[in-house]
């Protein structure tokens, strides 16, 4: 059977054409306690929110899914077989753009002191309940976060968009990148990349705009 170059196209314009990977938004959002309000008390002195920090991501890499084997020889004799044991997975990799009021520095610098205080003001005795001793740790449920990863589709037929969604749970920065400063550097602009780890990941297609939740069984790798 020969080659079609027709119906290789016509297999690519039945899905919508190939996916653009510059039609992305990153998008974190806080957890909420009981009665409501959000027990996160970094960021609050910064001008970015999370609805603004949402088109300061220039770069991310979605997580990728690796399973891990362990080497069996069935009966001894048989070939080596693999076979799984448990789900691996990296820390996840953003790029984000600083703002000329250094506000995504704030942002990132006080997420981090909540993680682990690195300021030596820290050296005095707390005077709130959201103030930490220098090198304390914080309490992972009052630092972490939810990160969705939503990849648009540009398919003119849906009103309402489709999609596919990454949705991190506890996410929190585990390393802030270098931000270099150079004279010579007129008409660059500054970013810093970020480092975050984070707990369970799940996969989630959007069809008119609406999350089409555990599409094939379960779709969630990590603790729930």
């Not at 957890?31 to 001008?47: F, I, R």
């Not at 953003?94 to 250094?102: G, R």
């Not at 002191?113 to 005095?124: D, K, L, P, T």
């Amino acid at each position: 059977m020969a080659f079609s170059i027709d119906a290789f196209k016509a297999a690519i314009d039945r899905q919508g054409g190939l996916a653009r990977t510059n039609v992305f938004e990153v998008r974190f959002s806080r957890p909420v306690t009981e009665n409501g309000s959000s027990p996160l008390p970094w960021g609050g002195s910064s001008g970015i929110s999370n609805s603004d920090l949402r088109f300061f991501c220039q770069t991310v890499t979605l997580p990728g899914i690796s399973v891990e084997t362990f080497a069996h020889r069935p009966n001894n004799i048989d070939l080596m077989q693999s076979i799984p044991h448990a789900i691996g997975k990296q820390d996840l990799e953003c790029i984000f753009m600083i703002d000329d009021k250094h506000q995504i520095l704030e942002y990132f610098h006080s997420w981090m002191r909540n993680v682990v205080n690195y300021s030596s003001s820290g050296m005095q005795a707390p005077t709130t309940s959201t103030e930490h001793l220098v090198y304390e740790i914080g309490y992972k449920k009052e630092y972490s976060q939810t990160m969705d990863i939503v990849v648009y589709s540009r398919n003119p037929q849906s009103a309402n968009g489709d999609g596919y969604i990454c949705r991190l749970r506890g996410v929190f920065p585990v390393q802030l990148g270098q931000l270099t400063l150079s004279w010579n550097a007129n008409d660059e602009y500054g970013t810093m990349p970020v480092s975050f780890s984070f707990e369970s990941f799940e996969m989630i297609p959007v069809v008119n705009g609406v999350e089409q939740t555990k599409p094939f069984g379960n779709s969630s790798v990590g603790k729930k």
